[in-house]
Each structure stands twice: as C-alpha cells, then as structure tokens.
C-alpha cells in the first residue's frame, strides 16, 4: 500500500501505521528498517541516492519526519534528540538577538529555564510571560519587537487551556507567529496548524513515543521558509535523533490513535473520582465542566487527553504521604507512557523555576500530576484511593 500526499483523505491511524512507511525499496521489508549508518557510499562525487552523512538525513528519520508531518496536518516535518532540542531549533532559527518573545507564564519547567537561562542571557532574546488563557494578558504584552508568541495547551502541571485561534489572529495581526508546543494534547487530539497556528513543536519523548523508552523531539510546519532554515539549523547544529531512536518513536506512533483513547477514558474516570474524594481539594483536567476552560477544551481539542493534575486538602504534608503510597502510579518525571506515573512538579519537573515565581503561577509544593497511562481504569483507580484515602 502507498499512501501518497501525506497519506491526504486517509484517517488518523491509517495515517500513522503507513505514511512513510512503504515497504523497504531495497529487500521488500515491511517495517521500515533501522538504518544504523552514519554514512553512505557515493557512486562518485556528488552521486548518490539521496543520502550523504547520518546529521544530514537518515531513511529512518526520514520515514519518521513525513509520518509526523502527516500526523499534525503539517507539510513538513523534523526531528530532534529532544523536545527542547527542538524548541532551541525554531528559537534559534526564527528569531535573532533583540528579538521579544511573549511565552505562556505556564509552562514545562525545563522550557522556562531554556528561555530563562539560554536563549535570554546567552542568546540575547526578550521574554515576556502572559497569561495566555487570556487574550487581553497577551494583547498586553505584544509589543512591536515581538516576533514570536509560545503557546503551551494544555499546559504542563496545571492544564489550562489558551485559545489557539484567537491568540493567532491576534499575533498574526501584530506581525509575530505562533508556535504551539502540542506535546500534552498529542496530534490525536489537537492540530494546532489548523487552527492557526505557524508552528507545532513536540516533545516525542511522551505520548507520540509512548513507551517511557525514548528522549525525543519533533517540530511541524507548512511554512516553506519556516521549514528550510529549520532544516538548515539541524544538521547545522546537529541535535538529531540517531537511528534507532527514530525507529522507537516511529513505532510507538502506529498505536497512537489507541493509546490516546485509552488515556482519555483512564483519565477522566481518575479525574471524576479525584473531584468526588473528601480529601481532594483541587483537581485540573479540561475534561471536567468544572475547568475554567471546558468549553474552550471541546472546541478546539477532540479529546482530553491523559494528564491529571490535583492538590489534597492537607496540603503539602498529605501530598507527601500519598506519594509514597501508590504502587501502580510510579514517582517519576515525564508522561505519556503506558504506565502510570506521577509526578511532584515542584521538586521535579519544575525545580528550575524559582519557588515565589513558581508558586505565584500555583505549582504549590502541594500540587501532584499524573500523567494516566492505559492499564486498567478501575485499578489505577483503586491505587488512588488507597493512596489518598489512607492517610
Ligand atoms: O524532555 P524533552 O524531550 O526535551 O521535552 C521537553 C518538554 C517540552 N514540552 C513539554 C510540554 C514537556 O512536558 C517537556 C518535557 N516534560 C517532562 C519531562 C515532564 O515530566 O513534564
């Protein structure tokens, strides 16, 4: 079976068990094979089968990057060693010193320190932190040096949703693009080039390779220019995944559309048991009416994904002892594996955050995430309410 054009009038999963992904030309072999080779053999000078130097471009890569590209509706795709290898790429490409960039005040703590302690005062870029759940926070912040606005939706610990359709009118209209980092809603649930936005960025490590078993990163766009000086910059700079790391993600995509229904069921089943328990105080998940932005949510995601975050009415001693409690959800930073894990946002994912900023923006020592994986829901479940209820 070829799929053509970007695998265009085919569904999600057909799309992502065979864009890119022919039978090998070479032996006929029906997963795309591991091309473990930094290098290839030349006919002569300057002939060759497409292929010169692994940083450059690699078969498996390759396969992986128009399977991506596909996935979000994008023309082009690329890939990196990491997810923040990949936002540094469209940073580093798109903007030059001097340059403002208003970014969401809620992020992945790792991108705020990328912003904070390399683009800012190596790089030379301006940061302003918005409200992004509120366009007028945003309209505020837009100056005429901006150039870029950084959208994260959801948002890593506390699932707030932005409005990517508005938020790219009103940045297109004052000259700056948008770049979405679309890692905690997957493409399965939100396409965020169709709702305007110029560029998607993604941390594959989560729910695209979904197996907890490789550090990755991808980013997506339509935009020819956008796409080439993107391009230029990875092997210019040569943060690229090798082989078997494309093939691990490549792999992990073909299940995509399954797992992710499966951590929207698991989810929302944890997330309305949380809401219901005496011993919760807080819980966000865009997939309960309660979320300041549900509506929003439906609008512009097809799903809710499978991150929960939520605090205990006994504050930060409580959260303590349950997270020593669980069994199925394992203490652990990252998400958008199989399994189950949980994480303390404040001492782990968003450490790099100092503590006063970090708890104005409510990642209090309190606040516990997980991120729901695709075991049973009933016994994940139960591990919850053990771990809550015996305290
Ligand atoms: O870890 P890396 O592949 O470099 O991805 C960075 C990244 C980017 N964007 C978001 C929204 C993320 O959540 C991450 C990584 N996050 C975790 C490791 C975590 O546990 O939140």
């Known amino acids: 079976m070829t799929i053509d054009d970007h695998g265009a009038g085919s569904g999600f999963a057909t799309r992502a068990i065979h864009v890119g992904q022919d039978p090998d030309g070479a032996t006929g072999a029906t997963i795309v094979p591991i091309y473990q080779t930094s290098t290839y053999t030349q006919e002569a000078p300057g002939v060759n089968k497409g292929y010169e130097y692994s940083r450059s ?28 290898a990949a936002t540094t790429a469209v940073m580093s490409t798109l903007l030059s010193p001097g340059d403002h960039v208003v970014a969401g005040d809620d992020l992945y703590g790792g991108s705020y320190r990328l912003f904070d302690k ?10 302003t932190y918005a409200d992004t759940t509120d366009p007028e926070s945003v309209e505020g912040a837009l100056t005429p040096e901006t150039k870029l606005l950084w959208i994260e939706t959801p948002t890593n610990p506390l699932l707030t949703i932005s409005d990517v359709a508005a938020l790219s009118e009103m940045a297109h ?37 979904g197996h907890s078993d490789v550090v990755g990163g991808a980013v997506m766009t339509s935009n020819e220019e956008s796409y080439e000086s993107i391009k230029f ?28 229904r499966q951590h929207k069921e698991n989810a929302l089943a944890v997330a309305r048991f949380l809401q219901d328990h005496p011993k919760v105080d807080r819980v966000y998940y865009p997939g309960l009416p309660s979320h300041p932005q549900h509506e929003l ?21 409580a959260a303590y002892a349950a997270m020593k409690r669980t069994k199925l959800f394992h203490l652990a930073e990252s998400l958008g594996g199989v ?3 949980l994480t303390h946002p404040a001492t782990m994912t968003h450490a790099a955050i100092p503590k006063e900023q970090r708890e104005a923006r409510g990642v209090t020592d ?21 771990a809550i209820s015996s305290g």
Not at 118 to 127: I, W
Not at 299 to 307: I, T
Request: charged letters at 20%; hydrophobic letters at 45%; a negative charge.
């Open 233 to 260: 910059y990875q092997n210019a700079a040569g943060a690229v995944p090798g082989a078997f790391d494309s093939w691990l993600v490549l792999r992990g995509l073909k299940t995509l559309a399954v797992r992710m």
């Open 297 to 317: 949510a439906k609008k512009q995601m097809s799903g809710f994904s499978g991150m929960v975050s939520f605090t205990l009415e006994g504050g930060t001693e």
């Open 57 to 84: 471009g690699n078969p498996t890569r390759a396969a992986l990057e128009e399977c991506m590209a596909s996935l979000e509706g994008a023309r082009y795709g690329l890939a990196f060693a990491s997810g923040l």
């Open 173 to 209: 209209e004052r000259g700056a693009i948008v770049a979405v980092d679309n890692t905690f809603a997957s493409p399965y649930f939100q396409n965020p080039l169709a709702l305007g936005a110029d560029i998607v960025v993604h941390s594959t490590t989560k729910y695209m390779g």
């Open 118 to 127: 390399v683009l800012k005062e190596g790089g030379g870029l301006d940061f």
């Open 339 to 341: 399994e189950s894990l």
């Open 366 to 386: 309190g606040l516990m995430r997980l991120s729901v994986g695709i075991e049973d829901g009933d016994d994940l479940v139960a591990d919850l309410e053990s």
